[in-house]
């Protein structure tokens, strides 16, 4: 790789340590918000809600395509976020 490139390829990585550094926080917001949300629940059998399951990745699968990203890379982003924080619930629920 030619020095220029290299230079461009550092500057490109330091732009998504960045912006990887602000989604650090918008996880930890999403997971206060979690935290908020399992404290409501009753029983385990809520913490899978699949009718909202649909409805989140049929909404980011129409956002993606308004704003061009492939909606492949979205669908298996918040599929993975939802199963993880689904986890997380299980593993945080109290019985009551």
């Known amino acids: 790789m030619s020095p220029y490139k290299r230079k461009k390829l550092n500057k ?3 732009e998504l340590d960045k912006l990887d550094n602000s989604l650090i926080k918008v996880i930890k917001k999403r ?3 979690v935290k908020k949300v399992l404290a ?5 059998s809520q ?3 699949q009718k909202r399951i649909n409805k989140i990745l049929s909404n980011i ?3 993606s395509i308004k704003n ?7 669908n298996r982003i918040w599929k993975n976020m939802i199963w993880s924080y689904i986890d997380f619930e299980r593993r945080n629920f109290k019985k009551k």
């Open 47 to 49: 913490i899978v809600d």
């Open 31 to 33: 997971t206060s918000l």
């Open 12 to 14: 490109i990585r330091y």
């Open 68 to 74: 061009k990203i492939d909606p492949k890379i979205t």
């Open 40 to 44: 409501l629940k009753e029983k385990r």
């Open 61 to 63: 699968k129409k956002k």
